[in-house]
T-cell receptor
Framework: SQQGEEDPQALSIQEGENATMNCSYK?????LQWYRQNSGRGLVHLIL?????REKHSGRLRVTLDTSKKSSSLLITASRAADTASYFC?????????????????FGQGTILTVHP | DTEVTQTPKHLVMGMTNKKSLKCEQH?????MYWYKQKAKKPPELMFV???????INESVPSRFSPECPNSSLLNLHLHALQPEDSALYLC??????????????FGAGSRLTVL
């Protein structure tokens, strides 16, 4: 089943405003990560938060995690036109294959962020 | 070197063709991944190789055949594909271990069109 449902599906803001994206998931996780994808390109890792952490910062990014609600949010402060991209949350969980446990990263549906200059 | 390199960037093939997508990394990462991404959708995991052994196959049709010749290379062999297989195919790598965080470094992708 698909982990990580995000909202909003699309977000349009003006430069300088803050952008908040939310992610919900269904099963136990080891960590939750956020990735960014410019149109038609590969994904770039932004930030990781472990299941025992509640908040993390990196530059203009702030991510929170509420494991009791199985949800996370990504806040981008003072947005820039260059922040225009799709943002995906990804949850890391374990899957068993042949009796061995492997980490597996599953992506949410994503939020398309447009920042207008 | 902190890159994952994918070739070709674009590939057009007929349903009877046999082609391959290639992926290379020199970061010493021990896990490599193939993801498939359709337009406006998230990447979907296809295969995971850990220490050069196939560890996860997400019930991918046999017309997709992965190969990991060594720890730096990952191939995806394509045969008898269908038009619905047209997508962006993303390769990624990560440092792997049971306690690994699975932080992925992605390539730029190979855009596949099946006619």
């Amino acid at each position: 089943s698909q982990q990580g449902e995000e909202d909003p599906q699309a977000l349009s803001i003006q430069e300088g405003e803050n952008a908040t994206m939310n992610c919900s998931y269904k099963t136990s996780i080891n960590n939750l990560q956020w990735y960014r994808q410019n149109s038609g390109r590969g994904l770039v890792h932004l930030i990781l938060i472990r299941s025992n952490e509640r908040e993390k910062h990196s530059g203009r990014l702030r991510v929170t995690l509420d494991t009791s609600k199985k949800s996370s949010s990504l806040l981008i402060t003072a947005s820039r036109a260059a922040d225009t991209a799709s943002y995906f949350c990804a949850t890391r969980s374990y899957t068993n294959a042949g009796g061995t446990s492997y980490g597996k990263l599953t992506f949410g549906q994503g939020t398309i962020l447009t920042v207008h200059p | 070197d902190t890159e994952v390199t994918q070739t070709p960037k674009h590939l057009v093939m007929g349903m009877t063709n046999k082609k391959s997508l290639k992926c290379e990394q020199h970061m010493g990462h021990r896990a490599m991944y193939w993801y498939k991404q359709k337009a406006k959708k998230p990447p979907e995991l296809m295969f995971v190789y850990s220490y050069e052994k196939l560890s996860i196959n997400e019930s991918v049709p046999s017309r997709f055949s992965p190969e990991c010749p060594n720890s730096s290379l990952l191939n995806l062999h394509l045969h008898a594909l269908q038009p619905e297989d047209s997508a962006l195919y993303l390769c990624a790598s990560s440092q792997e271990g049971q306690s690994g965080a699975n932080v992925l470094t992605f390539g730029a992708g190979s855009r596949l069109t099946v006619l």
